[in-house]
């Protein structure tokens, strides 16, 4: 992976809660990243193959100590620290469509009962809770895309500035969806978009016979309060 990753805007990723930031992998990183996940895809139906930075090298290292790693804490700062990797396979085989929404929660180990943290659901056989929002603004996710991304190959559709709404109730998504008309960015193979939870996006369906493939790498630069894990 590349030694400096190119910088970005932080003004743009304050402001906004996104930003894209080119050519971040080098095409023989393409080609190993591709060769690694290409017997990984999530299969029909299936939103990602989560935690999968722990089933190869080749996944992990951009993960824990390479690019994605670089990225986050250009935007946290160096406590930032990886949490958990999911892998995104979006094809004709593979081609739901995700509605508009806010990434709330993250996966724990347990159940655990801390103030101000909460609701807890039970998720793809792990425990979710929703911390508080201070605490999801410490937090970014790192998109590394494997293929071309855009308006008809299923790109993401983040609503800029959306994030200044807090945590949304239905209707008011409804109401910012118009309010705040969405673009989608578009990316090309070895670009990266980097994403704060807060902000709303939704995922359309593919139009081409293409893939969509997206190393999604989650960071955070808080600790866990005591009673609580990160899901392994």
């Known amino acids: ?18 930003v894209v930031v080119r050519r971040v992998l080098a095409a023989a990183d393409l080609d ?41 804490r250009e935007a946290l700062g160096p406590q930032a620290h990886f949490v958990r990797g999911i892998y995104f396979d979006k094809s004709p085989q593979n081609n739901g469509d995700v509605t508009w929404h806010q990434d709330r929660t993250i996966a724990v180990e347990k159940r655990a009962s801390i103030p101000s943290w909460g609701p807890r659901s039970r998720k793809d056989g792990r425990w979710h809770v929703q911390p508080p929002i201070d605490w999801l603004e410490r ?15 299923g790109g993401l559709r983040p609503i800029a500035g959306s994030h200044r709404n807090g945590l949304l109730a239905t209707r008011r998504i409804a109401d910012l969806v118009h ?54």
């Open 139 to 153: 937090m970014i996710a790192v998109r590394l895309h494997l293929d071309d991304a855009g308006e008809r190959s």
């Open 1 to 18: 992976m590349a030694d400096a990753p190119p910088s970005f805007d932080t003004h743009t990723l304050r402001d906004q809660r996104h």
């Open 179 to 232: 309010e705040l008309p969405p673009r989608c960015p578009s990316l090309c193979a070895g670009d990266a978009l980097l994403m704060h939870p807060l902000l709303l996006h939704a995922l359309s369906r593919i139009e081409t016979p293409c893939h969509r493939r997206v190393l999604h790498c989650e960071y955070c630069a808080l600790t866990l309060p005591e009673g609580l894990n990160w899901a392994t």
């Open 32 to 72: 190993t990243l591709r060769t690694v996940l290409a017997n990984r895809s999530s299969g029909a139906g299936k939103g990602g193959r989560r935690h999968v930075e722990r089933e190869a090298a080749g996944i992990e290292a951009p993960a824990r100590t390479g690019t994605g790693m670089a990225l986050a």
